[in-house]
């Protein structure tokens, strides 16, 4: 029971909470000061975790996928697409997936042209979970295994404010999210005989706040939420089967280039060589993939310690009086 008459006295800072002791004290440094303390202490240490990436480099070598049993979803056209043919040239096996039979026709019949060790398709919409579960059955008829799940495919998304279109949000969460879930529900018996890997490929946008993609943003942040706890479970389990989360930055697909190239101010990177570091990342089993390098980590490492200063900087590298509410 407090004593009423004595002064109520405050904790001391130090007895705080570290991140409030220090957002207090450096509540009273001039702003000036902590960008350039922020500056002083980040470029160093930016530059010491791309030097440690750099020379702490595994080789991958392409007959690592050489007669890989490989599902590749959204292999119809874009970044799937390259992934499929890169593979092909590694001599896997591929079984990949979209909705429009005839472009993943045109595809398969290029990757047997490449030397794919064999190569089939599936199609449809991943709103459909049954689909998301065939996929899997599909490659144990064909193949007896699994090596790898690419998990790429996304539903239509807009480059606008957020219109309040709630159906939209639930509709991409069912083919970004549930579906990547249902198919690796569905893969990991078989991957956990092979000593698998699962890729899922993410954004910037599933890692920070960038406008004019809510919906889509959401969807990518729940991957990054499900398959970063399963990943922990896996290991607490000793589950040999590798979860790699890609995530990219521009990249010029003709969607991406279609969507965006009113409001980005260069193009953005290319998806064959995109496509090639996804397979890469997943072959030596990273725990995540930056792709572009730059581009990518950097704004994760300024998140945690600067997040306005991130925000502004992502709103200043778009063209945002280009973009029109509808
Ligand atoms: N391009 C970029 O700038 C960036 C891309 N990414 C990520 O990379 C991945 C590939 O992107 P990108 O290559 O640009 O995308 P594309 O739009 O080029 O390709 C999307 C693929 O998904 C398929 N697809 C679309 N709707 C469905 C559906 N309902 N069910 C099943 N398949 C569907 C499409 O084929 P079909 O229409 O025939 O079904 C197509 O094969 C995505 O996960 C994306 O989030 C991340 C950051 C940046
Ligand atoms: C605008 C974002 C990139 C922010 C930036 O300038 N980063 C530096 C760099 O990348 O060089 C784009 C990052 C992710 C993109 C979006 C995405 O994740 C894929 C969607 C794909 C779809 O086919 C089209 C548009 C996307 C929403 C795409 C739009 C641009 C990004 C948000």
Redesign the pocket.
Known sequence: MKDRNLPQLQPHPSSQPWPLQTHRAVEHVPEEIRMGLLLKILVPFVGLVLAFCFYSKEDFKPEMMKGKRVIVTGASTGIGEQMAYHLARMGAHVLITARTEAKLQKVVTWCLELGAASAHYMYGSMEDMALAEDVVKEAKRLWGGLDMLILNH?GY?Y?NYFDGDVEHLRKLLEINFLSYVAMTVSALPVLKESGGSILVVS???GKVG?PF?AP?SATKFALDGFFSSLRQELIIENINVSITLCI???IA?E??EK??SHV?QKPGAPKEECALEIIKSGALRKRELYY?YA??RIPLLIRDWAPEFLDSF?RN??NVENVKRS
Do not use: E, N
């Open positions: 996304i998304t480059f954004s910037t946008a960038i993609v889509y990219l930055g521009h697909t969607t991406a969507t965006v980005m572009p581009a990518v992502t590298r778009l």
